[in-house]
């Protein structure tokens, strides 16, 4: 698709996004709607049109550049680890952090936490950087990350919770409602051990599917949650302290 007709296309899409219409433009660009709609199908738009209709968006012409090529980047499921060092060294940066992969939006974070909307922009700005989130004019925030997007398994992020978070996880009796702990011990083969980290790849998958499906409700109504979800060679030695005997001919 040539790039005029791509730019055309997402100026539509930011259109609509904006609630804005074809009579709108037409308001701003002191034409008839019929020949908005003409520029708009011949795909004859001067740079001077164009930024008067990004001026009515409230962005600029390097905004629709950006979001035209955001639409075709492919979405990351991992980032650097120097990039999750500078999340993991900031705590503040981290609770916003998990709030946005929580979709949540600039009015939410200021709402429920003790941010000023300054701060958060700066964080924000700062997951922009790091190709985490494309903050949008008005502040909105689109993800950019996969629906597979993870921690790296020893990351900073990784290493923080186990530092710092892993405790107070356990702090807990897993009783009420909202909590459940299931704890499994028996003998796997290899194949069955990878089968079963497949369907525990497949339950993130589910979790990831319904915290989407939950996004548009208010805030008030959605609760924080977090999966713990392990499978790892480990035996009840290694909790009793006692060796197996050696295993050969005689026994």
């Keep these: 698709m040539p790039q005029t007709t791509e730019l055309v296309t997402t100026l539509k899409k ?4 904006h609630n804005k219409t074809y009579v709108d433009v037409a308001d701003c660009l002191q034409l008839s709607e019929a020949s908005v709609k003409r520029l708009f199908s011949e795909q004859n738009l001067s740079l001077q049109r164009l930024d008067a209709i990004c001026g009515l968006l409230e962005m600029e012409i390097s905004d629709l550049v950006r979001e035209m090529h955001s639409e075709h980047a492919k979405p990351i499921s991992e980032i650097s680890y120097a990039q999750e060092k500078e999340i993991a060294d900031d705590l503040q940066l981290m609770m916003v952090t998990v709030c946005v992969l929580n979709r949540w939006g600039l009015p939410d974070i200021t709402t429920y936490y003790n941010f000023s909307e300054s701060q958060v922009i700066r964080y924000l700005a700062h997951l922009d950087r790091l190709r985490i989130i494309e903050l949008q004019p008005g502040n909105r925030i689109k993800l950019l990350v996969a629906p597979n997007f993870k921690w790296r398994d020893d990351g900073p992020i990784m290493q923080l919770f186990r530092a710092k978070i892993e405790t107070e996880y356990f702090r807990t009796t897993f009783t009420k409602d909202s909590e459940k702990l299931i704890v499994l011990n028996g003998m796997l083969s290899d194949a069955s ?11 993130a998958k589910d979790f990831d599917t319904l915290s989407k499906d939950d996004a548009s409700l208010p805030i008030g109504e959605r609760k924080g949650s977090t999966v713990l979800v392990a499978i790892r060679d480990w035996d009840y030695e290694r909790l009793f302290g006692n060796q197996r005997k050696p295993q050969g001919n005689g026994q």
């Design 14 to 17: 930011l259109l609509k996004r």
């Design 193 to 203: 051990n990878a089968l079963f980290q497949r369907k525990m790849a497949q339950l």
